[in-house]
């Protein structure tokens, strides 16, 4: 894979993905009667057209969408640090 193109997780479905380039600009437009088209190219990922995220998005102990710290969510973190 290019080493340009992103990888992590889809903000939306929270699974493994890479980027694709999309194009969020206005396209063409008109100002004072010169024409132009406007570009705007960003990465999205491949599965949902979502942000991408740097770190996996659900707790790895229970997989629920919520992380806390330590890629917790709020109820495990509690419950593991209880334990130290």
């Known amino acids: ?21 999309v194009d969020e600009g206005i396209g063409p437009y008109e100002f004072w009667g010169q024409r132009c088209t406007h570009h705007d190219y960003v990465f999205k990922s ?11 998005p659900c707790c790895a102990e229970c997989g629920k969408r919520e992380t806390y710290d330590d890629g917790l969510c709020l109820k495990c973190y509690e419950e593991h640090y209880a334990e130290v």
């Open 1 to 21: 894979m290019d080493e340009d193109i992103p990888d992590g997780w889809c903000d939306d479905c929270g699974l493994p993905c890479y980027g694709v380039k």
């Open 46 to 56: 491949h599965c949902c057209s979502a942000e991408i995220l740097d770190r996996d």
